[in-house]
């Protein structure tokens, strides 16, 4: 297995697990949690996907999993609206146009090269090529980024950010802004050659989520072990981290134990001093 797809793997299986948990453990309505559930399996879809691609050395299949991999990335920006939509109660009338849009894109992108155009071949494997309809996927993208953050941001000054739900309304949104900095592994896809490390920003972002989840109880969940569950999450955001400083030193025999011993060593306090420092600085005293 390449060290190299050892990030998106953990990223891949974090983002399914905590879907399975509010799907399978949470009290609120199905059409909410099947919906979060569907969310965290787009990203799931699109990290276990580079996962495989950056194990394989066929070229015919690396072109076949671009577009797999695609196909789950074109659907996250629908599925963030679609959940957020649905966790407000809100009216789902742009969720249908905007997954008509993403289907849209499904369809050029196995019919032709004008989303993705093959791929490129960097040090840590394949990677797609973007072709030359892809900047208005990113066009698409930015326009849904922007109108879930609108949308959250009403909510929460609507009940002036207050309460249970006020404080749920403040992680999501944080946790989004968060998530869009993953972005930044679309300049991969114009030649640049840089290992994209989108799943740290997106390992940060479910670390928020979870944090919701068990503290203002986000999706109606009440987990057992609440602390250690943190300490989880948390761990495997320090692991991204000291992974990528890996990936600059090339040394991954001791970059991985390093990484294991310090996500041990460190999980606890780096989590109590992460929520320390976001609760007054980002989301307000609770």
Excluded at 122 to 142: D, S, V
Excluded at 243 to 252: E, P, V
């Amino acid at each position: 297995m390449s060290p190299y797809s050892i990030p998106p793997l953990l990223s891949a299986f974090s983002f399914f697990s905590l879907g399975a948990i509010v799907l399978f453990k949470s009290k609120e309505k199905f059409s909410v949690r099947s919906v979060f559930m569907l969310n965290s399996l787009t990203t799931f879809w699109w990290q276990f996907s580079w996962f495989i691609l950056f194990n394989i050395k066929n070229e015919s299949l690396a072109d076949i999993l671009v577009k797999i991999g695609y196909s789950g990335i074109i659907f996250i920006p629908a599925s963030f609206f679609h959940f957020y939509i649905s966790y407000l109660d809100k009216s789902k009338r742009w969720v249908y146009f905007y997954y008509a849009i993403a289907f849209i894109f499904l369809i050029i992108l196995w019919s032709s090269k004008a989303y993705i155009n093959n791929y490129y071949t960097y040090f840590w494997g394949y990677y797609p090529k973007a072709g030359y309809l892809h900047p208005i996927y990113l066009t698409y993208l930015t326009i849904i980024a922007i109108h879930c953050l609108s949308t959250l941001f009403l909510a929460g000054r609507q009940i002036e950010w207050k309460g249970i739900k006020g404080n749920q309304i403040k992680y999501l949104f944080v946790g989004l802004i968060i998530y869009t900095f993953a972005s930044f592994d679309f300049l991969v896809n114009y030649g640049i050659e840089s290992y994209p490390l989108g799943f740290i920003p997106i390992l940060i972002s479910l670390s928020l989520v979870a944090y919701a989840i068990i503290k203002y109880r986000l999706m109606d969940i009440k987990l057992a072990r609440q602390y250690l569950a943190m300490n989880i999450f948390y761990g495997v955001v320090v692991s991204a981290v000291f992974i990528a400083l890996a990936f600059f030193l090339r040394q991954w025999f001791w970059g991985i134990s390093i990484v294991i011993f310090l996500a041990i060593l460190l999980g606890p306090y780096l989590h109590r001093q992460m929520i320390r420092f976001l609760e007054p600085a980002f989301l307000g005293q609770t």
